[in-house]
């Protein structure tokens, strides 16, 4: 199958490419970028108007699959991915069995494999059941396909353990992906402390919380070697340390989550659960460290952690709700919107941020537009104006706090290994 | 005149002056009831009031059923221990079969802050917030109005000090919200640790300094230490908490002559308050407890009338 993209602008960060320009896919691949290609027999799409970039890659998702397929499958979670502009996903390993055996990582292939929709790429759990106390078998999980490492969902708080860890994945050139949280300043907390928390009477998790382990881990990485990139940054003071240690040339990167740029802990206020997640929403002064962050690149990249819950398990008082939303279907809404039409970000970085990036990170061959490279596609409407509704999710969960926001740009045409799987929101057959 | 227009009763945050005003007038009006030879007025005859209580309370719910059956209601209290809650029905699911039995109104205490928000959002019943977390206690700060004013003969102006664990006390939200609506200043005071993050964004006045609160304060409102909230590690032990906080005579040495004391109950005495202060001539705590059955029942006949009126619009629709 050919097909040729024509005459949508063509941002390529990784060749610096920004214009308009036409397309070739040719056996699943990237053939040929120039003005004014001749069609020979290819299928035209017609791209004018839309923006033609490396597909989409969200490095940090749940994907629920196996042990709570109620609230997502592999399948569904890969329709909400293709639908939101996403060509690869990871799914982080908190899964029951967790993933940290061969066995696990190889369900998760050949089910990926079964549905056909979406680049799967298995993260590893850095310890054995996540518990913290004995390393996973990591040579095992590299060989059985596992392009990271992470017990995400769960702090390594162990230092001596985080130090062999990452002593240990240094021989397989594995990032590990850390959850920053020190447990005993979490304790009981459901919100970020600060005036928010002290008029709900919410129970706070302080910013240092998180900044007390990326400080950690910044040492530990000078001492042991290795590569860190941490997860889902929300505080300021991370940042700050963020930015020094990459000032110094560690081998370090980190993401944020859409939320942690759109909304802030006064959110709260109602009390409404679709608000609550780990890290949780931070201040104002939070959000806009993030912002210029993503600005000067010292958060690398944007991944939703996208976490489906059942409703029921949402639908209670905010105390006994878990922690976490969705986000494949809203994260590039919400990022062209906050990010680029504010005028924060121009279109190339936020490309750079959600699709280069992570793939620089994860050593992927992919997030660009060479010649040669798999035909990984995401053509983006940047101005088609939306509403995000309950109904229309392909995730099993709705569990969004954006639900009703109105957006502005999404994701119109998404393209697989040179093979349509997304086309104005209808999502080719699978199995 | 203001008119009460809400269906439930969640926290003081979100009332104005006006309505709070509204509340204490009604309660006064209801006071005087309490003073008759037959203590009951028909005002909830045929309306259902049910206690849910998830959290050990002898005061409050005592103080609401008593409310209720003043006002002719009919009453039933669930408490955690031998309802379904043992057997993990959620929250959601119990309090709509207790709706489906017909009950107009909810009076809840539960353990998780906004737990009360969370039902009123999904129930035509009224919810009244008997306590919910450390988030607010809406009838306690009400009550402590009233008899502050009754003493007083005002609330604006007046120098309130709470004392004790703000962080996790629902009573010092409450009374915070209450007093600064009405034009109080208010002071509070405790061990560092218990004052919460962003306390002065509220606009009050904070010292670690007991002295400090008790000096130049027209009222004194002496929390409790919540024993059962303390297992982490805020302070190192009761008896030094004791040295540095309680509320003895010798504290009492320089505070104002008609100084006030008030206490939420129920006390440890020797620990955040000496005896002779709670039993002594600054101290009202038990006109508290007279005046919560006023407010109580301001508080569920103002919600009823709201939720009759909506049962009428229901009718003419």
């Known amino acids: 199958m050919k097909f040729l993209i024509k005459g949508g602008r063509v941002i390529d960060p990784k060749n610096k490419r920004d214009e308009q320009t036409d397309l070739l896919v040719e056996k699943g691949k990237v053939a040929e970028i120039g003005k004014h290609l001749s069609a020979n027999g290819a299928e035209i799409i017609q791209a004018g108007g839309l923006w033609v970039v490396p597909g989409l890659i969200d490095m940090h998702v749940h994907l629920r699959q196996p042990g709570r397929e109620d609230e997502e499958t592999i399948l569904s979670g890969s329709r909400a991915a293709v639908k939101g502009g996403f060509t690869s996903v990871l799914p982080m390993a908190n899964t029951d069995p967790v993933t940290d055996h061969r066995g696990a990582v190889e369900f998760?292939?050949?089910?990926?494999?079964?549905?056909?929709?979406?680049?799967?790429?298995?993260?590893?759990?850095?310890?054995?059941?996540?518990?913290?106390?004995?390393?996973?078998?990591?040579?095992?999980?590299?060989?059985?396909?596992?392009?990271?490492?992470?017990?995400?969902?769960?702090?390594i708080y162990n230092t001596k353990l985080m130090r062999h860890a990452l002593e240990y994945s240094t021989m397989f050139g594995l990032p590990i992906i850390t959850h920053e949280e020190d447990p005993h300043l979490f304790e009981g907390g459901v919100m970020?402390?600060?005036?928010?928390?002290?008029?709900?009477?919410?129970?706070?998790?302080?910013?240092?919380?998180?900044?007390?382990?990326?400080?950690?881990?910044?040492?530990?990485?000078?001492?042991?070697?290795?590569?860190?990139?941490?997860?889902?940054?929300?505080?300021?003071?991370?940042?700050?340390?963020?930015?020094?240690?990459?000032?110094?040339?560690?081998?370090?990167?980190?993401?944020?989550?859409?939320?942690?740029?759109?909304?802030?802990?006064?959110?709260?206020?109602?009390?409404?659960?679709?608000?609550?997640?780990?890290?949780?929403?931070?201040?104002?002064?939070?959000?806009?460290?993030?912002?210029?962050?993503?600005?000067?690149?010292?958060?690398?990249?944007?991944?939703s952690d996208h976490a489906p819950h059942a409703e029921n398990e949402k639908d209670a008082e905010f105390d006994g709700a878990p922690f976490g939303i969705i986000g494949l279907e809203s994260s590039l809404g919400i990022s062209l919107t906050h990010l680029v039409h504010s005028g924060l970000l121009s279109p190339a970085t936020l490309i750079t941020r959600m699709s280069l990036a992570p793939a620089a990170i994860l050593g992927l061959q992919k997030g660009a537009l060479?010649?040669?490279?798999?035909?990984?596609?995401?053509?983006?409407?940047?101005?088609?104006?939306?509403?995000?509704?309950?109904?229309?999710?392909?995730?099993?969960?709705s569990n969004s706090p954006f639900i009703g926001w109105e957006l502005k740009g999404r994701a119109k045409m998404t393209m697989v290994g040179g093979r349509v799987v997304m086309n104005d929101g209808k999502i080719s057959k699978s199995e | 005149m203001t008119q009460w227009v809400r269906k439930d009763l969640l926290g003081l945050e979100e009332l104005s002056g006006e309505e709070i005003r509204l509340v204490l007038d009604t309660a006064y009006s209801f006071k005087e009831v309490l003073d008759r030879p037959i203590k009951k007025v028909p005002s909830l005859r045929g309306k259902t009031v049910a206690m849910l209580f998830f959290e050990p309370s002898m005061r409050t719910r005592t103080s609401f059923e008593l409310a209720a059956k003043r006002l002719s209601a009919d009453t039933m209290t669930i408490t955690s221990q031998g309802s379904s809650l043992s057997k993990g029905e959620v929250l959601k699911d119990m309090a709509r079969n207790i709706e489906a039995m017909k009950v107009d109104i909810l009076v809840m205490r539960h353990q998780a802050a906004g737990s009360c928000h969370f039902l009123a959002r999904s129930l035509k019943s009224s919810v009244i917030n008997a306590g919910d977390g450390?988030?607010?206690?809406?009838?306690?700060?009400?009550?402590?109005?009233?008899?502050?004013?009754?003493?007083?003969?005002?609330?604006?102006?007046?120098?309130?000090?709470?004392?004790?664990?703000?962080?996790?006390?629902?009573?010092?939200?409450?009374?915070?919200w209450g007093l600064l609506k009405l034009g109080a200043q208010v002071t509070v005071c405790g061990p560092k640790p218990l004052l919460p993050m962003g306390i002065e964004r509220m606009k009050v006045r904070v010292t670690c300094d007991v002295q400090e609160a008790i000096q130049g304060a027209d009222v004194l409102n002496v929390l409790r230490i919540q024993l059962e909230r303390q297992k982490g590690s805020f302070f190192p032990s009761l008896r030094e908490y004791a040295q540095m906080f309680c509320i003895t005579p010798?504290?009492?040495?320089?505070?104002?002559?008609?100084?006030?004391?008030?206490?939420?109950?129920?006390?440890?005495?020797?620990?955040?308050?000496?005896?002779?202060?709670?039993?002594?001539?600054?101290?009202?705590?038990?006109?508290?407890?007279?005046?919560?059955?006023?407010?109580?029942?301001?508080?569920?006949?103002?919600?009823?009338?709201?939720?009759?009126?909506?049962?009428r619009d229901e009718i003419s629709d």
């Open chain 1, 108 to 155: 998760i292939l050949s089910e990926a494999k079964r549905v056909g929709l979406v680049n799967i790429f298995p993260v590893g759990s850095v310890t054995k059941g996540q518990k913290g106390e004995i390393l996973s078998d990591i040579a095992e999980l590299t060989k059985a396909g596992c392009i990271a490492l992470s017990d995400d969902g769960r702090p």
């Open chain 1, 192 to 303: 970020h402390e600060g005036y928010m928390s002290t008029t709900l009477g919410l129970h706070g998790i302080p910013s240092v919380c998180e900044s007390i382990m990326v400080g950690r881990d910044i040492e530990l990485l000078k001492f042991t070697g290795g590569k860190i990139h941490f997860a889902h940054i929300s505080s300021s003071r991370s940042i700050e340390l963020i930015r020094e240690a990459k000032k110094q040339g560690l081998n370090l990167s980190c993401e944020t989550a859409p939320h942690y740029f759109s909304l802030t802990d006064e959110s709260v206020s109602t009390f409404d659960a679709n608000f609550k997640m780990n890290p949780p929403l931070r201040s104002n002064e939070d959000v806009e460290a993030v912002k210029k962050a993503l600005s000067d690149g010292t958060i690398d990249c944007i991944a």
């Open chain 1, 370 to 397: 060479s010649i040669g490279m798999d035909a990984d596609i995401t053509l983006i409407d940047p101005e088609k104006k939306w509403i995000l509704r309950r109904e229309e999710f392909e995730s099993k969960s």
């Open chain 2, 134 to 176: 450390s988030h607010e206690h809406p009838t306690q700060g009400l009550l402590d109005l009233l008899t502050i004013e009754e003493k007083k003969k005002r609330i604006s102006g007046l120098k309130v000090s709470l004392i004790g664990d703000i962080l996790h006390s629902r009573v010092a939200r409450s009374n915070i």
């Open chain 2, 250 to 311: 010798e504290r009492l040495g320089k505070a104002k002559k008609d100084l006030l004391i008030l206490h939420p109950g129920p006390m440890n005495r020797g620990v955040e308050i000496a005896p002779e202060v709670a039993d002594g001539p600054y101290s009202v705590i038990l006109d508290q407890v007279t005046n919560g059955v006023a407010v109580r029942m301001a508080v569920l006949f103002l919600v009823s009338q709201v939720n009759m009126k909506e049962d």
